[in-house]
């Protein structure tokens, strides 16, 4: 007996495979829970509950991939949206990239996951701002970028409503905007700076020296395996004194060797230089979307999150002495950074701290054994007195080759002196000595209880950071279903309006006719009861509305017209007439002429009631 559960997620991933194959959307490096959302959302619009039967359907109804896509791919995006993160960008981000560059070099930002253009736009204005329309025209390309053409040709219009411009400044509006009708267009002259494009993240090579990336709330999407490897591509592509902006759910925590921060709260990373051609290949190889690169990928990323978070300090120098990785403990102790890397051991500051230093590492190179140098004195820049261990090993590839060497810096000062703590204690007062070790216990034991708490919270902040993503993802959802319902309750509003204007019309008419106007539906209930029947029976409209004409207590022998009615509601008559004695709410005897018509459906539906013309018959 199969799973449903296993059969559910077969079919779910066949859906993704069948939409690879046939139209070249790999949605597979997603998140499954947000996906499973967007694509349940348009199967509950044409009535379908499997992902088996959605497949079938897509085959049989080619036109629903264009509203799959639209549903999937959300498209939520302002112009200026965060205000506070873009006047970061305009106040610091974009003079510092204007500050590092010739006045004739050319700058070049990416606008990565743009949708329908705002936020290319936004950016374009900005530098139009601070440069000059002239110098912007001559200087400036803007590439951006979605995978999603329909978006994509809504960007190249570069028409908005003005509901879409609300958070422009108004002089910004005045200066790159031209008002058509009620619709708002960018200026050509700024629009033709911007060069749009259809881009897979996952897929395509990145475009290449680029100064500013913008890719806002995009990322959240991606499962963390495609976020590594779309963040190795930015890294790539990117100069080395390139910005990447990201949106307000988005955080780089766990890509530290990439990216560094430069305003945690607008969430604006500065790239981390990588001087070799050697490590920019490795870089885009761990974005290989291959299913063996991907474990590659994993593979590297542990390695070098281990090696960075070592609580021992730890360089590691090629076999003809060069600097190549420091990781993060070995930077703050050794006073070390980016520009370090690539020089030789010998011309940097700690070889001249620790004595045979040198020579050490000529014997390790030469015996291929490790080696240790004890109790190495190491003052750091706050003053603090350490003692280091320092430990040499060689480091060999995989044909048992030379290729470097791997020093490692231990701090032993609380061992050390906890050391001469007990000798010191042992030797005045040897009857403290259990104390001691209970003491050491009990530190030891505090240490891994902390150590225990410092992973719990680390684990905390990873699953608090997926929530963010998480709920900033069911938000622009959200804000797509608004945007949709807006739509309707436009609709709805125009209808209302239409539909109170024919109202209008009919109450205008019935006025102007002379005599009393009785409607009546098929169970003979009064639809319409004009002002001349109020004035001549006595009964308001409100009084006589949905009640039956047969039960209404009026001057009028409402029995005699019961089987002329039947007849015009079945059919068997298109114009009836009869005159009938009656008496006018005023008590005066009338004769009552009353002329019956069919009411007909407005769409020729058959009939749906009864018209009644009532006219006063001179004596």
């Not at 990565?112 to 705002?118: F, I, L, R």
């Not at 990928?297 to 999150?305: D, I, N, P, Y």
């Not at 050390?416 to 259990?434: A, N």
Request: with cysteine.
């Amino acid at each position: 007996m199969s799973n449903p559960s296993v059969d559910h997620d077969a079919d779910f991933e066949a859906l993704l495979a069948y939409l690879k194959r046939t139209r070249g959307f790999d949605f597979t490096a997603y998140k499954r829970a947000s996906l499973m959302r967007r694509l349940q959302k348009r199967m509950q619009a044409v009535n379908i509950e499997s992902y088996g039967a959605y497949t079938d359907y897509l085959e049989v109804h080619p036109d629903e991939f264009a509203q799959l896509f639209d549903t999937i791919l959300i498209n939520v995006t302002n112009f200026f949206r965060d205000p506070a993160a873009w006047a970061q960008i305009s106040s610091d981000i974009l003079p510092r990239i204007l500050a590092a560059k010739r006045p004739d070099e050319q700058i070049r930002v990416w606008s990565a996951g743009c949708a329908s253009g705002e936020e290319a736009y936004t950016i374009a204005m900005l530098l139009a701002e601070a440069l000059g329309v002239d110098q912007f025209h001559e200087r400036v390309k803007i590439y951006a970028s979605d995978v999603d053409d329909a978006a994509l040709n809504r960007a190249r219009l570069a028409t908005y409503t003005a509901r879409d411009v609300a958070a422009v400044a108004p002089e910004l509006v005045d200066k790159y905007f031209d008002q058509i009708d009620q619709r708002f267009v960018i200026r050509k002259d700024l629009r033709r700076g911007v060069i749009y494009g259809r881009h897979d993240l996952v897929q395509d090579a990145p475009i290449s020296r680029i100064d500013l990336l913008i890719c806002r709330n995009a990322l959240m999407y991606f499962n963390a395996e495609a976020q590594t490897r779309i963040l190795s591509r930015f890294h790539f592509g990117l100069n080395d004194n390139g910005f990447l902006f990201l949106g307000k759910a988005e955080m780089l925590f766990t890509h530290a060797s990439l990216f560094t921060p430069v305003d945690i709260k607008r969430r604006v990373f500065a790239k981390v230089p990588r001087l070799g051609y050697r490590e920019r290949l490795m870089n885009m190889a761990q974005s290989t979307p291959s299913e063996g690169a991907d474990q590659a990928s994993k593979r590297t990323q542990f390695r070098e999150a281990a090696f960075d978070g070592s609580p021992v300090a730890q360089v590691v120098v090629d076999r003809h002495g060069f600097l190549v990785l420091t990781n993060k403990r070995a930077r703050t102790l050794l006073g070390l950074n980016a520009e370090h890397i690539g020089q030789t051991v010998h011309d940097l500051d700690f070889s001249y701290r620790v004595p045979e230093l040198k020579t050490r590492l000529e014997a390790v190179f030469q015996e291929r054994r490790p080696s240790i140098i004890q109790e190495i004195e190491w003052m750091t820049s706050s003053g603090d007195l350490h003692i280091l261990e320092v430990q040499l090993s060689p480091l060999m590839d995989g044909k048992n080759a030379l290729i470097g060497a791997n020093i490692a810096f231990t701090d032993i000062t609380r061992d050390k002196r906890l050391q001469e703590e007990i000798e010191h204690t042992s030797q005045e007062l040897e009857t403290t000595l259990e104390e001691l070790q209970s003491t050491n216990e009990e530190l030891e034991t505090t240490n891994e209880e902390l150590q225990s708490t410092v992973e719990e919270l680390e684990t905390t902040n990873e699953e608090l950071q997926s929530t963010n993503e998480e709920l900033e993802t069911m938000n622009e959802e959200l804000q797509s279903t608004n945007q949709e319902l807006q739509t309707l309750n436009d609709e709805l509003r125009r209808r209302s309006d239409d539909l109170n204007l024919v109202n209008a019309y009919l109450e205008s008419i019935l006025r102007t006719i002379g005599g009393a106007v009785i409607v009546l539906d098929r169970n003979l209930s009064v639809q319409i009861w004009n002002q001349d029947a109020e004035d001549s029976w006595g009964l308001r409209a409100d009084e006589v509305q949905d009640k039956n004409f047969l039960n209404l207590d009026i001057g009028l022998p409402v029995d005699q017209l019961k089987q002329p009615i039947r007849d015009c509601l079945n059919g068997e008559s298109d114009y009836h007439e009869i005159v009938l004695d009656a008496v006018n709410h005023r008590g005066k005897s009338i004769q009552c002429k009353v002329s019956l018509t069919p009411l007909i459906g407005a769409r020729g539906d058959g009939i749906r009631g009864a018209i009644l013309a009532l006219e006063d018959v001179e004596s």
